[in-house]
């Protein structure tokens, strides 16, 4: 009986000091919703900020033409600019008669999809994250069909001239707006 209560009392002890240990910092994800070097696209989902003015903070799409529609002001082209850069034309516009001295902040909600295609059992559009690779890709897919080529993939980025061939590994990345094209293997 000595040893269960024993036993049981560090138990307690353990349990009641496990939350006081420090938890250490977290790794960072490869692309954040506030990272400074994302260039804007159609397709990515914003969520923006005016400072005390609730009636045009809200979630603003960019459309396929690259703008987003933003009250008082209209259209304003935010495809290849940062958010940041971003912020700043909506703050200058927005200066000019409208809002006394505006503060905007904008986070990306969604990034514009990528979308994968071939021997994959579910081809389709699918929703970008931030570190997606391949792998995660094909995962997300349902996986690779019994005809395809595990090996070698094609991939088109949005930016890019063509298809570009790799070879498939775990660390390959997908970035906003990729085509992935996985081929038949021949047998």
Excluded: W
Aim: hydrophobic share 40%.
């Amino acid at each position: 009986m000595r040893i269960f209560l024993t036993v049981l009392s560090i138990l307690i002890a353990g349990c009641l000091t496990s939350g006081c240990a420090s938890s250490g910092s977290l790794p960072e994800l490869a692309l954040s919703n506030t990272d400074t070097s994302y260039a804007l696209g159609a397709g990515d989902k914003l969520r923006i900020t005016v400072y005390g003015e609730e009636r045009l903070t809200g979630e603003y799409l960019v459309d396929g033409s690259g703008a987003i529609a933003f009250p008082l002001i209209g259209a304003v082209r935010a495809k290849g600019i940062t958010a940041p850069a971003l912020a700043d034309q909506l703050t200058a516009a927005l200066s000019k008669g409208y809002i006394d001295n505006p503060s905007v902040a904008i986070d990306v909600l969604n990034f514009r999809p990528y979308y994968i295609l071939g021997e994959v059992n579910t081809p389709g559009e699918y929703p970008f994250v931030e570190g997606l690779t391949v792998f995660s890709a094909v995962a997300k897919a349902a996986g690779f069909t019994y005809r395809a080529d595990e090996k070698r993939i094609y991939i088109r980025h949005k930016e890019g001239a063509g298809e570009v061939l790799y070879r498939l590994d775990g660390n390959t990345p997908v970035q906003p707006g990729d085509t992935i094209r996985v081929l038949e293997r021949k047998f």
